[in-house]
């Protein structure tokens, strides 16, 4: 067995941070605001639901699921790119190669998976008010929220254990993070059961969500032609920053899967690189923006955790 044989069996290369010259450290810079801006926002929004207890309730829960989601989707990219730009070497092994596409695949798909439970929640409080106390209970939710983080789990967990058993004729991924399609492109095996599985996850975990949030908000928005102005009123203000975080994330996932699978797309390197990483940067800065511009009860929240004596 040669050098490369063993080099492929091991692990890959980014190559992608090569010849960076001292841009690395303006992007070291840039990379290390961007995480703590995410940090800080999502865990203001945690703490605001945590201790404030009129915010116990399924909405909030949800909104401070995603920054839980965001938090832990950014903490399996941010630190090691970081890294990856400070080093001379971009060498990653198969394991933590494959931990990492783990948690950013787990984070896409919990996502997906809370906005959905999020438009279901929207529906019954709109469409049932009366009995959406009985409909949503703690249960109840605590049920769907464990079925978010267990279903996508053994999904990816099975995809994985493809992935692993692939013989690699190559270790240059032209990625800056650990990307399971781009790992299945390098083998030298047969990859229609690869293919067809993660067709199949592609199909339960984005586009099935998508199509029952979409259905989910035609439904609340025929409700709301029917009702008074002041009941549409109140249905927008919990809705529309619903709908902007899942525009915003669906847009950024298209983004990535595009680039993915048409590789006779031609971009300047820098947008193709920002257009694959989009999701893991912008949602997690948007989204407690968003919630807290548009939500009055986390606004004066996240205000008295900044300014006590407010």
Do not use: W
């Amino acid at each position: 067995m040669n050098l490369l044989d063993m080099e492929n069996k091991t692990g890959f290369y980014f190559m992608l941070f090569e010849n960076l010259g001292s841009i690395r450290y303006v992007l070291f810079t840039l990379g290390i605001f961007m995480y703590f801006v995410i940090i800080l926002f999502n865990v203001l929004i945690i703490l605001a639901v945590f201790l404030e207890r009129s915010l116990h309730q399924p909405m909030y829960v949800l909104i401070s699921c995603l920054s839980v989601n965001a938090l832990f989707g950014t903490a399996g990219f941010f630190p090691r790119v970081l890294m990856d730009l400070m080093s001379d070497t971009h060498f990653i092994s198969r394991e933590v190669c494959f931990i990492q596409s783990f948690i950013i695949f787990t984070y896409v798909v919990s996502e997906f998976s809370i906005l959905m439970i999020m438009a279901f929640d929207r529906f019954a409080a709109i469409s049932k008010p009366l009995h959406y106390h009985n409909i949503i209970t703690p249960r109840f939710l605590g049920f769907l929220l464990l079925l978010n983080l267990t279903f996508p789990m053994i999904l990816l967990v099975v995809a994985g254990l493809l992935t692993t058993k692939l013989t690699m004729c190559g270790n240059k991924l032209f990625k800056v993070y650990c990307h399971s399609f781009e790992m299945v492109k390098l083998s030298c095996d047969s990859v229609i059961i690869n293919n067809i599985y993660g067709l199949f996850i592609l199909v339960t975990t984005t586009i099935i969500p998508l199509v029952l949030i979409l259905f989910t908000y035609i439904k609340i928005l025929i409700i709301c032609q029917r009702s008074t102005s002041q009941f549409k009123g109140k249905a927008f203000q919990t809705c529309v920053p619903h709908i902007v975080v899942l525009l915003n994330f669906t847009i950024a996932i298209v983004s990535d899967v595009t680039l993915s699978r048409a590789p006779n797309v031609q971009l300047p390197v820098g947008l193709s690189i920002f257009l694959s990483l989009e999701f893991l940067i912008i949602p997690p800065i948007l989204n407690p923006l968003v919630y807290a511009y548009n939500l009055p009860d986390i606004r004066k929240k996240i205000i008295s955790l900044i300014n006590p004596c407010r």
